[in-house]
């Protein structure tokens, strides 16, 4: 974990980089969007609906609880399993979730990866549970994005 | 300074293609002509022989030759990277906001394996019907990799050894012009517009003329 930690760490000071490089090219210029004070808050989620049977859900997850906490993975009726990845599709067993921070899951980045997907479709909403090490578990009704969509519909 | 934190665990990699992404969305400042990253060596188009999905050999160079092509290597248990190039693809050529020369689109699928000729099918057709799925031995694509100059795939494995089912790939599309030559190479992020802006740049490129 520590070292998953430092490599975190270096990604930081790159994305700060390349925010700047690219004038927030990024995500969905929702830099001023935060959670309320005091709570775990799940921003933005979405999911675009899958070519075959495998899906990424994406969203971004604001830890102002003042406790540092980690997403270890989440539940849905519509997959048969869930797999956190990060960039480049490795498997991760936890995502940190420092507390005051907003931590991203964006496409080309790390994502939850739904396997042996069923009755997805865009317009759709799925209802997913996600556990962390700390927070109580929290359900989120993620919207279905069009095929190869980059942001929530 | 924002508390806002990317996880990017494939740091290095991420922002080769984030930097790349970035100068090419400002492209033209720099005298390219291409708005995707202009490939300076000028490369033949690539000489490889692959199978179809519909189980025919299919000779990259001769099928494509005076086309406008797009050559994608990738996977259909990609959940991430892959469908975005093939629906931004499919959205430029659908959309004509400028009018495109006729172009060929063709994924290499690096998991031959896993990726039947029907798993393939029925992901392109996703997309769109046209786009041209092609597969082969192992050594078959690897070779086909080198011939394009994309970084071979490579079978990731876990702590112990064990093969992950994950299968790292060159996350970028080479562009080959109707003159035969690899002009163009699209990182990840790019924009249908800036596909829509560079096909038709290559589409008016003939053969033997000077590299624009």
């Keep these: 974990v520590t070292g998953r930690g430092r490599r975190a760490v270096g990604g930081v000071i790159l994305a700060v980089t390349l925010l700047v490089a690219c004038g ?33 859900l994406y969203l971004t997850i604001d830890n102002r609880t003042g406790v540092d906490d980690v997403l270890l993975g989440a539940r849905t009726e519509v997959a048969g399993e869930v797999v956190l990845h990060g960039a480049g599709m ?7 979730l420092p507390a005051g921070e907003q931590t991203v899951l964006e496409p080309g980045g790390a994502h939850l990866m739904l396997i ?28 279905v994005a069009p095929l190869g969509a980059t942001e929530a519909p | 300074m924002s508390l806002r934190r990317r996880i990017l665990t494939a740091a290095a990699a991420a922002a080769v293609v984030t930097l790349a992404a970035c100068g090419g969305s400002a492209g033209g400042q720099d005298g390219s002509t291409f708005q995707g990253v202009e490939l300076a060596e000028g490369a ?17 160079a001769a099928e494509t030759a005076g086309t406008t092509t797009l050559l ?7 959940p991430d990277i892959c469908p975005v ?16 020369p006729d172009v060929e689109v063709v994924m290499v699928t690096v998991d031959p394996e896993r990726d039947t000729p029907e798993v393939l099918r029925r992901y392109l057709d996703r997309f769109d019907p046209s786009f041209v799925g092609l597969y ?15 970084t071979e795939a490579v079978d990731e494995v876990d702590e112990e050894g064990e093969p992950t089912g994950i299968v790292g790939h060159a996350a970028q599309v080479v562009g080959i012009g109707a003159d035969d030559v690899q002009h163009v190479a699209w990182p990840f992020g790019t924009r249908s517009s800036v596909y829509a802006h560079d096909l038709a740049v290559l589409g008016q490129l003939v053969p033997g003329a000077a590299a624009p």
């Excluded at chain 2, 192992?138 to 994309?150: D, F, L, N, P, T």
């Design chain 1, 24 to 56: 927030g090219g990024g995500a969905d210029g929702d830099a001023a969007e935060r959670g309320p004070e005091g709570e775990l808050t799940v921003l933005g989620p979405f999911l675009p609906e899958p070519p075959l049977s495998l899906a990424a």
């Design chain 1, 90 to 96: 490795t498997a991760l067993e936890g995502m940190p």
């Design chain 1, 116 to 143: 042996d997907v069923v009755g997805v479709a865009a317009g759709g909403v799925v209802p997913v549970t996600l556990d962390f090490a700390v927070h109580e578990p929290v359900t989120v009704e993620v919207p």
């Design chain 2, 44 to 60: 033949p188009r690539p000489s490889f022989t692959l199978t179809d999905t519909s189980g025919r050999p299919y000779d990259f």
């Design chain 2, 72 to 78: 994608f290597f990738g996977y259909t248990s990609c």
């Design chain 2, 85 to 100: 190039h093939l629906a931004t693809i499919a959205t430029a050529l659908e959309t004509q906001e400028v009018a495109l």
């Design chain 2, 136 to 150: 082969g031995t192992e050594a078959e694509v690897a070779a086909a990799q080198r011939a394009a100059g994309v």
